[in-house]
């Protein structure tokens, strides 16, 4: 190995790892602030119009005789929750939060 090619590989593994250390905590933002946001949207009413349109419940077993047995938010292709949190978003009800027992019509199984 050259001298000159040391010098240019010693130079891109510093650059990897500044552009890596840079970008951490960019990433750490994102999830985060993904987080936050899942958190801070309004709840979802069952009295609101778009809900009672898909007959969205927060307990699913208040419609045991309309879904498909064990269907509820949580096992919905359409739910964004994350983790453990006991609301989270849902494509069916853009910027509110759905409870993770809920359960409406549009209910789609995850694959
Ligand atoms: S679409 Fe899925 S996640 Fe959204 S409220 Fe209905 S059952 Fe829950």
Redesign the pocket.
Known sequence: MTDKTFQNDRRRLLRGALLGAAAAPLAYMGVRSSNVLAQDMPR?EEDDPQAVA?N?VHD?TDKDDMRESG???AN?????GEGDAEWGG????PGKA?NVN???????ATS
Not at 90 to 93: H, L, S
């Open positions: 979802l898909l969205y699913a269907a509820n938010c919905c292709r359409l739910y964004l849902c494509t069916a009800f759905v809920g359960w409406c019509s549009a209910w789609v």
